[in-house]
């Protein structure tokens, strides 16, 4: 069975844009995909660090979502992916947003995420994929946060090369 999720992307160490797009064309060998615009913001953690990239994808997937984790779990290492502080750099980040209608929550796993609908990086791309998104009822769109956004628009095209 095919489910409709959304992953967001980030980076800010490296050459991120090429990272990024990398991210996407693996993505895409899970399913079919569906890119957001690409966006710059300033980091959300420490100050003293590189400003992020920021996207989402719609990515169609028969993958349950346990093992649609441990791909992006693998992308990510295969990006050479480091912690090196809570909320600091990193070369690539895939987080699982929403899988289909579900709610998960489980040691590994909280879908819808934790920080959506905090955090206009992830609202942004996620509405140019879908305007009317909802979770749990409440459109995306309506949030306030909205409404004074801190990311700008890099890329309107088809950035991401698929």
């Given at each position: 069975m095919m489910t409709v999720t959304y992953i967001g992307l980030g980076s800010n160490l490296g050459d991120s844009r090429q990272i990024l797009a990398e991210a996407v064309q693996k993505l895409a060998t899970l399913g079919a995909v569906k890119t957001s615009r690409l966006y710059q913001s300033p980091p959300m953690g420490p100050q003293d660090?590189?400003?992020?990239?920021?996207?989402?994808?719609?990515l169609?997937?028969?993958?349950?979502?346990?093992a649609l984790l441990d791909e992006l779990?693998?992308?990510e290492q295969e990006s050479g992916r480091v912690r090196l502080r809570r909320w600091g750099e990193r070369t690539l980040d895939l987080d699982l947003l929403?899988?289909?209608?579900?709610?998960?929550q489980n040691e590994r796993?909280?879908?819808p995420?934790?920080?959506?609908?905090?955090?206009d990086f992830v609202l942004?791309?996620?509405?140019?994929?879908e305007a009317n998104l909802q979770i749990k009822g409440q459109?995306?769109?309506?949030?306030?946060?909205?409404?004074?956004?801190?990311?700008?628009?890099?890329?309107?095209?088809?950035?991401?090369n698929i």
């Open positions: 660090q590189p400003n992020y990239l920021n996207a989402a994808v719609q169609v997937t028969d993958l349950e979502p346990l779990q693998r992308f929403m899988y289909g209608e579900e709610q998960i796993l909280t879908v995420h934790i920080g959506v609908m905090e955090r942004m791309p996620l509405l140019d994929l459109l995306l769109k309506d949030l306030p946060i909205l409404q004074h956004p801190t990311l700008s628009v890099l890329d309107d095209g088809n950035w991401a």
